[in-house]
């Protein structure tokens, strides 16, 4: 596997529920690297630039309603295969059909309250984290437990 990055938020839903130290706590425990982190309120041309792909559905002035309602914790992370890994996480978008054990199968409400974002593809991921993130408000860091894990 190598190395990649994932941009992952924490919608104002799941902000205002309290969420964000079990949602972080579940990325950490995993053993993927937090490099990024910042809570906002994102903008309205924020919000449609990154649903930017959903502009001509007729769901996409509600999701931008929503992501601008409220604080948004916004996070990258880092590690082997992060990005599928995170996907199955987080789970199914409509949370009744996510996984018991997944972010969205235990925690998240109904479709337009599902709690969590996270990226797609790589180059998703790539987009979005240029979107929210800052190059100088990534940290590069090493674990202190790295010289410990075993390479493939």
Known sequence: MTVERTFIAVKPDGVQRGLVGE???RFERKGFKLIGLKQLTP???LAEEHYGV???RPFFKGLVDFITSGPVVAMVFEGDGVIVSARKLIGATKPLEAE???IRGDLAINI???VIH???GPDTACFEIGLWFNSSELVTWNPSDQMWRVED
């Open 54 to 56: 959903h502009r001509e």
């Open 112 to 114: 337009g309250r599902n």
């Open 23 to 25: 949602i972080l706590r």
């Open 43 to 45: 903008t309205r041309e």
């Open 118 to 120: 996270g990226s797609d």
């Open 100 to 102: 018991p054990g997944t």
